[in-house]
């Protein structure tokens, strides 16, 4: 077997180059620019499946993981070493984000109509409007192809290379680099369209709220490093003493241990980017951008860059913990806050009309449960939990991009001016889309857990048997119900958008993409279908006998021993069943009768005012708005500037100022002009007399001067003369 | 050996002469001349002092210091008929009392 | 050709000056000459300095300073003309001889008395390098001066609207400062019989006895480190010394802000590095808490403030604030661990230094380049306001580009320069200053804010209609001055060491 060390580090670089390349090079030409950009995913992908399937064939991958590194940055006597690490967990995520990463590729070509003619009225900065095109001898509206393709497609490339390098980083600098990469690029993708004024403001909002989570993330990392003196994941956690030491050491702050404190702040990343509450809030936001990037960012990478750094992490977050003992204080503040964002923004989904948001508020939820479950110590339910998330996710947001693009080819055959996300102006299109109908319901009976065919089940069940057996009844109860409330939205969801009749002449006109778009969602739905299937227990009933297990031993091998979960209870399995099927049961029976578009929900009906606070999201954008916003734009503009910096610090100067003007006026007024001027004015018009006398002598004329100067010097050798013989100047031979 | 004096005699003469033109000349060139005459009287005079006073002890300077003032003079010649030249361009004239720019 | 070798320093310093001697013989009237022969003039110092540069690792590997020169100068008080480089020192250099020629170019742009802009330009990088060469306190004083001059005249005369105000509470502030600096420099010539930098520093940081007009030795040291402070503090600028910058360099013409943001302020930083630790050690661990306090307050109101900002051009200086708390930061971090023996303590101390100093080179990059930004949609719009764009990016996407990539260098993303640095400091200053370093994570986050206030207000939104078809796309002189900090700012972004080496090798030997 060759060497696999050079393709690990050459994983991030074609993405990178094809990102160079298009921003440089080719960003004029569209076809040339997304050719760039699926080789490089392309070569991206192909390093990613041979290092993956290297690894799975490693043995004993986990205690010595394939890793090199090299000298970065001079610290000192030391340096700071950057490098590369394969281990299962990295292995897994290669393997889906090279996945979904691919796809989104792909797909997007399709999704910004690549091929179709320049709209009259489109500029960059608007999200294209259509363009005129005969069709069977008639002018038609036809989609017109994004104004910013080549930018699109350039920084997609750099996402996929920031993901990438956060993927393969053995050090927690590297992945910092990548994580901020990719806040950039969601930043700049989100606020794509930045003419519209939403998404210019959801791109900052997106970039301001992950950065409250980095800067501690940033604190705990330097934390690390100065506690540990290194930033790479294995020297740290397989390394005894250091654990000891992090563990039994007290920090400075809350009486905690450095692993407790330094545990919590790097948690204070994964918030920010996982979209966790109380930082949850840019998520559904960020639906401003174009479809691909909400896949992009919601379900392949960065928001499982938080899980993903929670999980890479799970050493030191549990460190001091075993099985069955008592919580550490990060694992607590993980299990509370992932338990509660999962419900609550389970709850704020019921009662969304935007498709795209509807996912968004899902996947905030869904993230909160691998959040707990890492908390709990579940972790290979939680990675598992992530991977197939990850796929029926991408598969969700991709398919609802195609009912929207649908949705838009309605709008724009049409002319009638409706609002293309809103589901209650969709219905029916299962007749008119059914590649996009049935892998959309794969993915959302993924999603809502449907028993035994679907990977959601799988990971579900592993996460709510964990939590059970855990003895951790009351997070239970929580996720339950949050399973519960996840299989009705997303029956709600499947109901209005593909079920009844349309209920809009647009939805009416909507028709199946092309082929570019939903071949990815094919090959994703296999996924979205069959990912589970790598993780069956053993001690599942019936099918747990022939099941490998493959992905427990895999990733389960990350784990020191005392901290694997081996308990096994029906009991979760069977809620499990109950809520997945009621909930989508329910789900069907409620809003299978939807017959217009104006018609209020169901939940409306039974709940006004409490549907009125699930739909403006419990006003917390609003709250925080008020209480913490303006109270700090206010902190700066009114305070710091203008009172600090303009009235105090330049009031002093001027005052100091003014008083050394006084002084001076005053000194001019009792000294100078009395005394200086008084002797300064006679001596001046004695001047003046002299020069208007000798300013006759003053004609001009050289020769006048000449005579002058020849007749004073006849006379002062004359005078000098006289002098010599009265013997005043002596003369010495 | 000619006696001193003559030489300081000529000398004399030739700078009365340049003192002369220099102030009553109108044409400037006629000036340039005159301080030329003037400059070379001067020379004239260091050299026969240095020849009846310095050369006997075999000093070199008074030469030296007549190479000097022979540069000098040329430079002077140079830069003067430059002015000269320029002047009569501006001014279309020569004469000196009507270059009189530098009345108060 | 080996005396010129052996008096590189010399003839980088006074290349420039005899440059302005040679422009001064220019006619008024050929601009165009005036401007090309300047920047060329300003190349060959940079051409030297890479020279440097490259060969400074051939002549020792200690800390210690190389390619010096010693060489009478005014004996009567003790003063020589003794220059010298080292890593710390070598890469201001760089940063001096880089920005220099970019902002002659960038000047390119203005009509009016050309060749005194040029001249007074050249007159300024000697005084900057000279600063930075100088191992004589009266020859670092008499550099110190060099430097500001030119600048008072260049906001004075070629400055926005209130130049006036602007350039003389410029001149007040700093020449406040450099009053104090006078008298410490004396004081310590006078007790010390030499103002030769590197035999003060072994003597004087022990010194106890002595006196100076019957003022003891310990008052004496403690009224030159509070004025060498304060001189440094008013130059960096540390709050709340710091209300002359927003005006300064908002009414600068933008080759001077390049440069006054650019090179000026790092005077200051450089100072305390230079003559405030080295020679004050006792003193300056003692006050060093005091010092990250202040720093910290930079931090935080400087992004703050920046944030309130309505004018593109003053939002940036005030973010020079901020990032310049950073390097302050750093250096107290430093300066507190002078008194300690602690290992761990004082290779986060050096971590800290290094940060600060690189720091300091890269906000020289990101600020030059930012006021280079504003100048250029300046010098199209005629305007700074913020809220008079909006939507550029439709009509100028390269400007954008770049706008948005410098924006990002200054905001601190990683893999782009600023951030490489902020993490060294963030990571030195962590066991020493914690609760300092946690307040100004808030600044950190502002950074954010005001960065993307920017962007928001400029490029993204609709585009403002007065502008459509008005504004022309950057040109390829501009394009010239912000390529080479662009690539700067990448390569250290991705691989510091090639500096940071420098840096690292000097800084180690203090510690």
Redesign the interface.
Known sequence: MFNIHPLIWLIPLPPLLGFVLI?LFTRRSNRTSHNVALVGSGLSFVASMVVFFKAVTTDGLAGSPISASI????????WLRIGVLVDPLTAVMLFFVAWTVLMIFIYSIGYHNFGQPAGRND???FSPEGAEAKEHGKAHKVPSVEPMYARFFALLSLFAFAMYLLVVSDNL?TL??????MG?CS??LI?FW????SA?KA??KA??TT??GD??M??GM??L??VTGTLNFHEIFSNPQTMLMLTSTQS?AFGLNWAGLIGLLLFCGTVGKSAQFPLHVWLPDAMEGPTPVSAMIHAATMVSAGVYLSARLFPLMSAGWHHGGALTAPMAAMAVIGGFTALFTSTIALAQHDIKRVLAYSTISQLGYMIAALGIGAYTAAVFHLVTHAFFKALLFLGSGSVIHGMEHGVLHTGNHIDPQDMRHMGGLRRRMPLTFWTFLAGGLALSGFPLITAGFWSKDEILNGTFTGGHIGLFIVLAITAFLTAFYTARQITLVFFGKPRSTAAEHAHETKPVMTVPLMILAIFAIGAGWAGIPHAFPVLGAISPAWFQSFIGSMLSPQSIEEAHSNIPLIVSVLVSLGGLLLGWLVYRCMETAEEKDPLQKISGSVYNLLQNKYWIDELYQKALINP??W???KV???F??LKI??GI?HGL?RAGVGLGNLLRAKFDLPVVNGAGDGLAGSTRGLGVFLHKLQNGRVQTYLLIAVACTVVLVLVICFLIGEGVIGVTE | MIPLYWFLMLSAVLFSLGLFAVITRRNTISILMGIELMLNAANINILAFWRYLYAPRGDMDGLIFTLIVFVTAAAEVAVGLGLIVSAYRKRRTVVANDLDSLKG | MNFLAERLLSLILLLPLIGALVLLFFPAAKSRGIKITAFIISLIPLGLTLFLWGSYNTVSADGSFRFVENYAWFPAIGSSYHLGVDGVSLVMLLLTTLLTPLAILTSFNIKERVKAFMILFLILETGMLGVFMALDLVLFFLFWEIGLVPMYFLIALWGGEKRNYASL?FI?FTMGGSLGLLLAIQMIGVISGTFDLVSITTTWPALQSGELFGIPAATVKAIAFWAFVIAFAVKVPVW?F??WL?DAHTEAPTGGSMVLAGVLLKLGAYGFIRLVLPLFPAESARFAGWLAALATAAII?GA??A???KDFKRLVAYSSINHMGFVVLGIAAAAWVGGQTDA?L???A??AL?GSVLQMFNHGLSAAGMFFLVGVLYDRAHTRKLEDFG?L??IL?LYG?IL?FTS?ASLG???LNG??SE??I??GV??IF?LY??LG?IG???T??YV??AI?LT?????NEKWSGKLSEIKARELAVIIPLMILMLTIGW???WI??LI?QT??SW?
């Open positions: 921003v000298n970065w940055l001079p610290t000192g006597a030391d500029r960059p900065g600098l910092y680099i990548g994580w901020e990469i950039f930043y700049f606020g930045y003419g519209k004024e210019r791109g900052i970039f301001i950065r409250i800067v501690f940033l604190l330097v934390a490093y100065s400075p700090s734009l902190l700066a503009d710091v500037y203008q600090i910096d610090i330049d100067l100022g | 509470k007040l709340p710091h209300t927003p109101f703050l403030a944030a309130a900002q761990a004082r290779e986060s050096v971590i290094n939507g990016f439709a996407p580009s948005i990002m993303l990683p893999g951030f490489v993490f060294m963030v990571r962590w066991p914690t370093l946690a994570m950190l986050l502002f954010a804010v993307l206030k928001k490029l993204h939104g609709s585009l691989w510091p060491a940071v080496n690292n800084v180690m510690f």
